[in-house]
């Protein structure tokens, strides 16, 4: 029979677990720092809840079937939701409440280069004020992420009120209208600018207008971009505010009007976050505010801010940089034949004492066991039977080949202070 | 409108999440010590692969469903089977190979008290020998992990085949009926004996037959039992070997011939862990070698065996003896209006030599900050505008109500020591 898993799926394994573990606990060390407490969002949730800003052409874009009770469910497609439905659902929680996960989720997309139908995120969100305080707590927590991780990323910051007023200046009405041109903004990620105008004008847009709009989303730079942005359109409060606060915070902000978020429950401050030297592979994560989502869930009290990271992406930046996780080295217990419940005692005791050990259930030759014990340890114990009579136990250092024969108090000193 | 999440499904809150990473980072470590490596199977499976081992009737117990090009797939019921497909399906991987996995599945179980639709389980394999070592390895790697979580628990073991032999003894023939035989001593743990006499009647066994079954599966006790099981059926040299491994290893394990695991891919030794102070809750975790799945996998050159636990009946272990995670204390910095950035400039600092800490985002009230910080925080650091001018932060004790104005480095050097 031939043995494999659907299409986009895969098996997490060994070597990349280890990246995703290194990430995950950077991630955790973080939270700590600055406050969010780590909770994970239902895997499953109710269709209609995921259409509420995704409106029902997201059925094709996730994995959406009928439980056996008949009743339309799916997987979700990000943690945000999740936890904005788990928030707004429940009264009396204290406020603001700051929430992180690190989980995974599905996608019913093409798969692509380090683009998989089941992937994992990153994700902090912090419910209840409205405040740009909140904002600039989510980003300084994105930037503290990748500098623990050994990316130091550039955060590039948008506003859609921004973009949006400044269309709806340019005589387009219809909302529908408006997001449809603040998508062809976030299509330029992917497509030339050509490519983008030549679509929307067989849609029926102008041409003229597409310029116009595309016009402003080419506005980026430091604090002198904001002077620029004013030939378009006023800067909001809250956005001169987030940069004030940035600045405080030792972060060097960019103003990027080409920053809108594809997802369409966003709708103030957005941001994303580029490693400037891999800018091909796209933004590495992203976010913004979505109080109108809590408004959709019936929370209008409640404003949202958070920010999230695909977990595949991070590790290939981490991957070009040369950057991986420290591998374990592990003592390896050997033993000549007959030896085996010695040498299974040996094991448990040393593990007691808080050294990572193992012993090979093959019961293969001494002399094959030390070959693969070398490929994983630096220090192999042979249980051998003239030494063991006399309490003692043979280290050997597989490096330099050098034996020493030691009981056992002697035996856990040196792997102690040695591995 | 109204928000939920589908039955059996739920979000898991920072109160849980703060029990499942306790868990969790135990597993990891035990793990690391014992030389397991972390990973996590595909989470969706093709249906097919679910079946070989569980049959058809499979599908009516967990989330089956067509994607949307048509394949029947299905959300993985355990850890186990994925893991095993996945070594199953791969050539060249080295042996010993041992995995480890702390991840959720899906059951489309009835909901009951500490059983969801959705829920963790952590998981250990080790694949390629057929070795009893390696049934040691596992059976010490439970007990090690629930001994570090404050829970000495009770190993009870069994063999399937001295089972299976003892039935056959029986008059019993055919394989299906040796199996409903089997499912009858597994039925013992939430039926009475009386129950269980009933439904086999009915389903037309001899009672005469039953009473002999279930006579075997009260055969439990330490080393005498061994003596008391040779009046049913001769042990097998596997059993006899893993017990002297065990004694070794200074665990005290019991034989249980009551034990013999629900799921129908173990094929030979199998063994549970209970609290014993808590047997009503049923067993906490449990496993047992499966080399006859290797087997339908087309590998059968390759041994296999397992332990895996359900993390939520953990937890109520834990819950129930008192024992909970450490809570975090955090730092709050206040400040009178107007000091945001001053207040935000703070935080970071303190965030960048390690000290966890938080401001309001809410720009509330001193006052109000101060009765909300002290449910969190034993110190609050103030940033007030005359201090500031002179370089001083003030330093707030919630439990004594003791102030001290320090510069910075003192108030870095108070928060280190005390928090």
Redesign the interface.
Known sequence: ?K?????G??????EL??FM?FVRDEF?AAS????F??????????LS?LE?KGGPSIR?EI?A?????G?D?ALRFDLTV?MA??V??RRGL???L??ASFS?S?R?DEPQYGRYR?FYQWDVE?F??K?V??D??VI?FTH?LHRRIGLDLKVRIGDRRMTEGYIRGLGVEEGRKVLDLMRAIDKLDKKSESEVKEEYVAKGYEAKLLDSVLALSKVKGGLEAIDRVREFVEPTRELLDLF??LK???LDPILDMGVVRGLDYYDSLVFEVFDEEEAGLGAVAGGGRYDVLMKE??RPELGATGAAGGVDRLILSLKRRGLSPKA?E?VVVAYTSGL???A??LV?RL?AD??????????RSLRKQLE?ASKKARYVVIVAPRELEEGLYVLRDMKSGEELKLDYRNLVGALTRNV
Chains 1, 2 share one sequence.
């Open positions: 029979m043995l494999g898993v659907p299409r799926i895969r098996d997490l394994d060994p677990y280890e573990e955790k700590r720092l600055f406050g407490r780590l909770t994970e969002p239902a895997s499953l949730e109710f809840t509420i094709d994995y079937f009928k439980d056996k009770s009743r469910v999740g439905r788990y707004a659902s204290p406020l603001p700051k929430l995974s599905w019913y089941w912090i209840g004020p405040d305080l909140a600039a707590e300084e503290e004030d606060l405080g915070k030792g869930f019936g374990l592990t085996e419940v010695e299974s005692k448990s593990r808080g050294i990572a050990c193992e012993m090979d259930p093959f019961r693969l």
